[in-house]
T-cell receptor, first 116, second 112 residues
Framework: AQSVTQLDSHVSVSEGTPVLLRCNYSSSYSPSLFWYVQHPNKGLQLLLK??????LVKGINGFEAEFKKSETSFHLTKPSAHMSDAAEYFCVVSGGYGGSQGNLIFGKGTKLSVKP | NAGVTQTPKFQVLKTGQSMTLQCAQD?????MSWYRQDPGMGLRLIHYSVGAGITDQGEVPNGYNVSRSTTEDFPLRLLSAAPSQTSVYFC???????????FGPGTRLTVT
């Protein structure tokens, strides 16, 4: 069965410092993994995706994530936080109920706060 | 290009009332789905459809019905609303060979 665990419910950083949001996954086969971002009272936007190509995935707004099979991790990073990065971030794995690859399983989310 | 649209944006219902949340997409996506978002729970899959005429249940289907008569539309019906259905509902769509989903803006539903 597929699952994801986001290790921190809340992360706080200062503007200009690095961001690390941690995600571990469990999958019975090679997974497709995603990070989505949700700004307050907004919908969800895809940040980046891993679908068995390069293990280091670059996304929008300077974010990137590295797929590490040996550690079953897919952590999200950004070298320098910006105030506009304050949002909730979801780690997601595909292949949930019914086996359809479109069925996504979401982590519980990590709220990122950015201090001036 | 409107993408995925949802109506209404906000809705308040009394316990026992019924209503339909509308979802439409103009990208000719075969796959569509409904999720609910509750604080601290992430998003959970309610129902999904891999094409017109085909629907199936997700993680939390109880209390909800769906149908898919066209590729474009995927309405979600609450037959008898309960306070436990207070949530934000998101519709999503994608091509069948692509795993990333395009999400609508959401419907915030309150059941009193």
């Amino acid at each position: 069965a597929q699952s994801v665990t986001q290790l921190d419910s809340h992360v706080s950083v200062s503007e200009g410092t690095p961001v690390l949001l941690r995600c571990n996954y469990s999958s019975s086969y090679s997974p497709s993994l995603f990070w989505y971002v949700q700004h307050p009272n907004k919908g969800l936007q895809l940040l980046l995706k891993y679908t068995s190509a390069a293990t280091l995935v670059k996304g929008i707004n300077g974010f990137e994530a590295e797929f590490k099979k040996s550690e079953t991790s897919f952590h999200l990073t950004k070298p320098s936080a910006h105030m506009s990065d304050a949002a909730e971030y979801f780690c997601v794995v595909s292949g949930g109920y019914g086996g359809s690859q479109g069925n996504l399983i979401f982590g519980k989310g990590t709220k990122l706060s950015v201090k001036p | 290009n409107a993408g995925v649209t949802q109506t209404p944006k906000f809705q308040v219902l009394k316990t026992g009332q019924s209503m339909t949340l509308q979802c439409a997409q103009d990208m000719n996506h075969e796959y569509m789905s409904w999720y609910r978002q509750d604080p601290g729970m992430g998003l959970r899959l309610i129902h999904y459809s891999v094409g017109a005429g085909i629907t199936d249940q997700g993680e939390v289907p109880n209390g909800y019905n769906v149908s898919r008569s066209t590729t474009e539309d995927f309405p979600l019906r609450l037959l008898s609303a309960a306070p436990s259905q207070t949530s934000v509902y998101f519709c999503a769509s994608s091509y069948p060979d692509r795993y990333e989903q395009y999400f609508g803006p959401g419907t915030r539903l309150t059941v009193t």
